[in-house]
């Protein structure tokens, strides 16, 4: 591919600094690295169990399909809330969908109720509603119904997936997570398959029923996961927590076996209850990440909202081998707001509830996404760079967040509101299955380590991102040298093994005055990624760069570097802190302020910023590898403090109007989010002869040449009122962004990258 425009930007002021210890948990990493490759995955997305759309069946058939849906991934979750529902997402839509162990039934599907299926399923513990639209709670749909069909569909298909739940989390909004104990049992290899109805599974996520039973906040159950309550056969569930108080906590609920409070503070502590479970019971078999965190606002003491800074670091400090990562790149790429974050998204409560409410509008944390990522980790220096000051586990993630296309079908490639796992958003995680195949365990143990980078529109596929130590002498190392093994690296789509050498989520322990040698090689695919538009990108029309949507050319990667200064204190001044709200932060003209001066210390690292910028023109030139590949190396020069490197990249330019600023920073999305149409500033002028019909005729190939017929129009003040505009999924389209975890160096007699070894 061509790389058609490009531009440098500031490069990062001398920084110097003093560490000091810290004392902290670790994560550990294996000291010998089992052979690997980067596979690509999604762990949040959703079906009729929860408030998705479509079957299981139809969900996991376009999220791994590679043939019919080319962006079929490597590993799959099927995830959906905690909580309860009444329809049985096991029923298949149509004929294509049905196995000889599920099959299709005429004139049954997806939506109907599990006392109305063709089995009638009956719902156990304290049921809600009225038969036959009672609801199920979602610990048994798990248990018995939603497992044995995953397990059954991955020997069926041979392909990885497991169960995993997006939580409804007491005293704040969601998070991906999953126990994959018991899953998907080395037996099911060999399973020997039903021909006729019905599957008995040979593993179980009982272990994952039972944290959903007593931790998540939308599972209001008593019956300890029985058929009835008063203790009737059944799994006989006590929630406690080893050294917790249990029983003698106020909020235990005797007859429950579990906590019963989910708001505020106190729902914040549930939550750390639950982590502490997670990490005495099942440390190496589940994760918990918390999504889209960013939009429901900042942390509310009267209610269950968003997360500030101070929550991340105490679930981390609770379960770090658990709560290691964040998923500050959310799904609903193509909605209204994208990521469905928004000015004045939450209402407030001020007050005591029981005593009367007083409420405030608060917006999303940020007001919008940048770039299609939220606000703590698109900002230089915000809240993932201070959670990465001290020399964290915390790594970023994206996900699809799949539920519908909005106003189109299933089938349609048009969103107005999602895109189907892996069709956009995607991580790339290295897991190490040595010549096995890939299992939920090594799926796991690859989220852990942090060796993972996330990339939208399919803007790289491959990435080895390198750091060696050089000193002069014998052990000195070239740049050629150290480029020659991230190419190799990249080349077969691992990472590395070499003694002096780490890479993502990995820390380099170096002797002051070491140079480190930081090495970058990435795919730009070639040929067309999965947008089904084939136009210009409207966003680059308006510094007269040619580029149609669906070959996206990658034009810079930024090198980012931070210092490391150790772990903050549990109640000091610097551990906790709220994000600015509202116009504090975005303003009414969709500007932000120009440093991070208003942001409390908790949540910034001003030591943060750009120390290289890489393209394909001047001083900054990358070079070509071949197969699609580019190259580039940096030398920091001799260290003497901690620190830390990450990469971001995309495939719009510094000072793109409304888009990304003169240092290349993403702007705030509410330019392109349809929602307040007065805001809408990027004209889309393209026409065509397929311009995407009607908002209702079903478009499945990638086949739109000019600007479909559902974008918004811009209205009010915007200086293109009366026009089509840039919004919805070709805003997605349009602004492309890859992110990598970074590498720690840690420098002897410096501060202690307590987190990683």
């Avoid at 162990?101 to 006392?115: D, K, L, N, R």
């Avoid at 599974?201 to 996961?225: H, I, M, P, V």
């Avoid at 070239?478 to 002096?500: R, Y």
């Avoid at 070959?551 to 994000?579: C, F, M, N, Q």
Wanted: hydrophobic share 35%.
């Amino acid at each position: 591919m061509e790389f058609e425009f490009n531009k440098t930007k500031l490069a990062l002021a001398v920084i110097t600094a003093i560490g000091t210890m810290a004392i902290a948990p670790s994560a550990s990493i294996a000291a010998t690295k089992t052979a690997g490759t980067y596979v690509a995955g999604d762990f949040h997305n959703h079906t009729t169990c929860s408030d998705g759309s479509i079957s299981m069946q139809k969900l996991i058939k376009k999220a791994t399909d590679k043939t019919d849906t080319p962006w079929g991934l490597d590993w799959f979750v099927q995830a959906g809330h905690g909580g309860n529902g009444n329809r049985n997402c096991t029923l298949v839509e149509d004929a294509t969908l049905g196995t000889l162990a599920y099959p299709y039934t005429a004139g049954v599907g997806p939506t109907t109720t599990w006392q109305s299926s063709p089995t009638p399923v009956t719902p156990k513990g304290l049921v809600s509603g009225t038969a036959p639209n009672q609801n199920m709670w979602r610990w048994q749909s798990i248990q018995e119904i939603q497992y044995p069909l995953v397990e059954y569909l991955a020997a069926l298909k041979n392909q990885p997936m497991f169960i995993g739940v997006e939580s409804v989390v007491a005293g704040h909004e969601h998070s991906s997570m999953s126990v994959i104990t018991g899953q998907m049992p080395s037996s099911v290899d060999t399973a020997i398959l039903p021909s006729s109805p019905g599957y008995t599974a040979l593993g179980n996520a009982t272990a994952l029923a039972q944290w959903e039973y007593c931790f998540d906040r939308g599972d209001t159950d008593n019956s300890t996961g029985n058929t009835t309550t008063g203790g009737a056969i059944g799994n006989n569930w006590n929630c406690s927590v080893t050294g917790s108080l249990n029983a003698s906590d106020a909020n235990w609920n005797a007859t429950a076996q579990k906590l019963t409070n989910n708001n505020g503070i106190d729902g914040h502590n549930k939550t750390l209850e639950a982590l502490k479970w997670m990490a005495a019971n099942h440390p190496n078999g589940s994760y918990y990440v918390p999504a889209h965190l960013e939009r429901a606002g900042p942390f509310n003491t009267a209610g269950s909202n968003g997360y500030n800074v101070e929550h991340l670091r105490n679930f981390n400090n609770a379960a770090p081998k658990v709560a290691f990562g964040m998923e500050t790149q959310p799904g609903h790429g193509a909605s209204a707001n994208r990521g469905e974050y928004q000015v004045n998204r939450n209402d407030f409560g001020t007050g005591n509830f029981n005593n009367g409410t007083s409420l405030v509008s608060v917006d999303s944390v940020g007001g919008t996404t940048y770039g299609g990522t939220g606000i703590y980790g698109a900002q230089i220096g915000g809240v993932w760079d201070a959670l990465l000051g001290e020399g964290r586990n915390f790594w970023y993630f994206a996900s699809s967040d799949w539920h519908n296309r909005g106003t189109f079908g299933a089938d349609d490639r048009r969103s107005t509101q999602d895109f189907y796992p892996g069709e956009y958003a995607r991580n790339y995680t290295m897991v190490r299955n040595g010549a096995d195949k890939l299992r939920p365990q090594t799926i796991v143990d690859g989220l852990r380590t942090g060796n993972n980078f996330a990339s939208s529109g399919q803007l790289i596929d491959r990435l080895a991102f390198i750091a060696c130590a050089s000193y002069t002498g014998p052990a000195a190392r070239t740049n050629a040298a150290v480029e020659a093994i991230a190419l190799t690296a990249a080349t077969n789509n691992t990472d590395i093994n070499v003694s002096g050498c780490a890479t993502m989520g990995e820390k380099l322990v170096v002797r002051p005055g070491a140079e480190i040698v930081v090495s970058i090689v990435a795919r730009d695919p070639s040929g067309t990624n999965y947008s089904p538009y084939t136009f210009n990108n409207p966003s680059l029309a308006q510094i007269s760069v040619s580029q149609p949507l669906n070959r996206p050319v990658l034009d810079h990667i930024d090198l980012i570097r931070g210092l490391v200064t150790g772990y903050k204190t549990p109640g000091a001044a610097d551990y906790s802190g709220e994000w600015p709200r509202n116009t504090n932060w975005l303003a009414l003209d969709g500007s932000t302020p120009a440093d991070l001066s208003g942001v409390p210390a908790a949540a910034k690292n001003t030591s943060t910023a750009v120390i290289k910028t890489f393209n394909n023109s001047g001083s900054n030139i990358w070079t070509s590898a071949g197969n699609d590949l580019v190259k580039m190396t940096y030398r920091i020069p001799a260290v003497s403090a901690s620190q830390y490197v990450r990469l971001r990249g995309s495939n719009l330019p510094a000072s793109v109007p409304y888009e990304t600023d003169a240092n290349g920073n993403p702007k705030a999305d509410i330019f392109t989010n349809a929602n307040n149409t007065a805001m809408l500033k990027i004209p889309c002028t393209t026409t065509g002869i397929n311009l995407g019909g009607t908002t209702t005729g079903s478009i499945t190939g990638n086949a739109i040449d000019g600007c479909p017929a559902h974008l918004a129009t811009a209205s009010g003040a915007s200086p293109i009122a009366t026009q089509k505009a840039v919004s919805y999924d070709v805003a997605a389209w349009s602004d492309l962004w890859f992110y990598s975890n970074p590498i720690y160096v840690e420098v002897n007699g410096s501060t202690i990258v307590a987190g990683v070894k």
